[in-house]
């Protein structure tokens, strides 16, 4: 997976990028990251990136000619073939007006042999970017940051971690919160094996280690028995906990076995 990020402080990247598994996957060459300064592609003395709003209004907008021209030299495929899937590529502006990033979409993402990332600035991006040059409007949430480079960053280490090989156990990803029905590659069969059970959907379980007792506060007495059928049962118990306390709008469409559902039974009684 090659992606390029656009930007205008290029220095950014510099850090967040240059540890754990993404930076692991780059020097295993699963991934290779390119960062682009937009101000090479201006043409005054000045090195002007942003100007004011047609229509009046707060502040300034970064300008479309930088932002075209640095994606030219860039020799993707056409829009028209990439929107229509005939090139493994994507063209993504970070925007809080954007689709909100999840783990599926890091997973569709994780299939591509290239993504571009532009990062907005100031009061945003002339629309015209949106409109003829992106794919697709990505927004980390529902706030507002000054610029799209940690979204950059985000969207790059969610979708690192998801390259088969990038990550030493194949089955992690696919036990982790949100996740369990889609990744980029298949588990093999020894890893899936392994594995304690995917979330399918769901929050993570809770992690301990040791000591198994840290100042007084015990490890479940479940995790020490050994007993892995009872371990399973605990944690598909403990990730509905969660997910009913902290985002019960994820269990609408996880997967969810006729046990899952008694078992949500309970704990809804229970608090009842
Ligand atoms: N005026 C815009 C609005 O209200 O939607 C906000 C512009 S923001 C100050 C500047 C840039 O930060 C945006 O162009 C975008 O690239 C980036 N940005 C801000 N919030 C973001 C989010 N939640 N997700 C992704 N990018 C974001």
Redesign the pocket.
């Known amino acids: 997976m090659k992606a390029d990020i656009l930007t205008i402080f290029p220095g950014f990247f510099t850090g967040p990028l240059d540890h754990g598994i993404t930076r692991r996957a780059c020097e295993m060459g699963l991934a290779k990251i390119e960062v682009h300064d937009l101000r090479q592609f201006t043409h005054d003395r000045h090195r002007t990136v942003d100007d004011r709003p047609f229509g009046g209004g707060e502040g300034m907008v970064?300008k479309p000619e930088p932002l075209f021209e640095c994606l030219e030299t860039l020799q993707l495929a056409g829009r028209g073939d990439r929107l229509a899937g005939r090139a493994k590529q994507s063209v993504i502006?970070?925007?809080?007006?954007?689709q909100r990033f999840t783990q599926k979409i890091a997973a569709e993402l994780a299939a591509l042999d290239r993504m571009v990332l532009?990062?907005?600035?100031?009061?945003?991006?002339d629309e015209r970017v949106a409109d003829f040059l992106a794919d697709r409007e990505?927004?980390?949430?529902?706030?507002?940051?000054?610029?799209?480079e940690l979204?950059a960053a985000v969207i790059v280490e969610a979708i690192t971690r998801l390259l088969p090989g990038a990550v030493g156990n194949e089955a992690s990803t696919q036990q982790e919160s949100f996740s369990g029905h889609e990744r980029a590659g298949e588990v093999t069969e020894k890893a899936a094996a392994d594995s304690t059970c995917g979330t399918g959907g769901l929050l993570d379980y809770p992690h301990y280690t040791r000591p198994a007792d840290f100042r007084g506060m015990a490890v479940p007495e479940v995790l020490l028995n050994g007993d892995h059928q009872q371990i399973r049962k605990w944690r598909r118990q403990r990730a509905l906990e969660k997910t009913l306390r902290n985002r019960p709008d994820l269990l609408d469409g996880a997967q969810l076995s006729d046990e899952d559902a008694k078992i949500l039974a309970r704990i809804k009684a229970s608090r009842a």
């Open positions: 970064l502006l970070l925007s809080a007006q954007g532009i990062c907005g600035r100031y009061e945003g991006v990505l927004s980390i949430g529902d706030y507002v940051l000054s610029g799209g979204g």
